[in-house]
């Protein structure tokens, strides 16, 4: 009988994708209040982009197992957890370690997922489906009739958070580059291309009085134009700094950039407000709460997948094995929907 293994692909510096190593090792075992998840679809994000490249704000040190979400089916149970979890599908967030066969996690963190969903469509919403979720639903707050800006209307997080927008009654329009406009006029947004070097612009003929809430990943400079075309009473949510990716020097200081500011602008006595969203806020000090929310959302995310209120934009699914090759096709820009590594 063939003994079964652990494989993990390990980041162990600040290298180019074909200097990701793959490790193998013996399968792990749960300790109390763990599960240990058999890893069918992990997901390549900006985050380990950034992290590639030592530019991640709160990366951990070199060397480590990169993979931020994940989707398996949970193999066996640590002491003071129901043995009854074993066999179910479930997801979870990591930040890190999802990129491997075998991966352990505690049980208060993962989420059961809706039987009938693949495991790859499932890992699409993870981290990509709380962000959307959280930042229209639990800070914008956008109502019905309203009209947001969607940068990277394409992208993962984007296309997400455009679904559920749309399925809210809002009016999107969304920035991607031009070969992505008839899809997303398919699905009800306005498009606006963001290498034509006039989005401010266009925006405003779109929208004369300001847009209720702009979702901005893109950071640098250019969040400032986010802000200005905001409506009175308008929500800037900034969740990223994609600008900045291949900036040297501390991957800090565009994060500490942004959260100044927000600070500032919410100062400012207009009506409108700004965000920085962390989608790991409030797990340090709050860490049932922020467990209890996280379920919560996720279970409306997986419903709204279930209902075909959001579809699933899985632009690849590639072998674990061939992590480079998934990461190279993650930073091309040329892929709609998330690039998807599989046992």
Known sequence: MDTVERVEVVLPGKVEPEGLELHRGPVPVPAAGQVLIGMEATGVSFAEQQMRRGRYYDQPSFPFVPGYDL???????GPGVAADLIGRRVAAMTKTGGWASHVLVDAADAVEVPEGVRAADAETAVVNGITAWQMLHRKARVRAGGTVLV????GGVGSVLVQLALAAGIRVI???SARHHEALRALGVVPVDYRSGEVPARVRQLAPGGVDAVFDHVGGDGVVDSWRLLAPGGTLVSYGSAATRDD???GAWPVLRLLGRVWLWNWLPNGRSAYFFNVWA???YAANRFRARLRSDLTQVFTALQRGE???RVAAEIPLSRAAEAMRLAESGT???KVVLVP
């Not at 989707?71 to 149970?77: F, I, K, N, Q």
């Open 248 to 250: 040297e020097g501390s």
């Open 310 to 312: 959001i579809t699933a």
């Open 151 to 154: 940068h990277g209307a394409n």
């Open 335 to 337: 892929v709609a929907g």
């Open 282 to 284: 409030g797990r340090a």
């Open 174 to 176: 969304g920035t991607a």
């Open 71 to 77: 989707v398996g089916t949970v193999l066996a149970t």
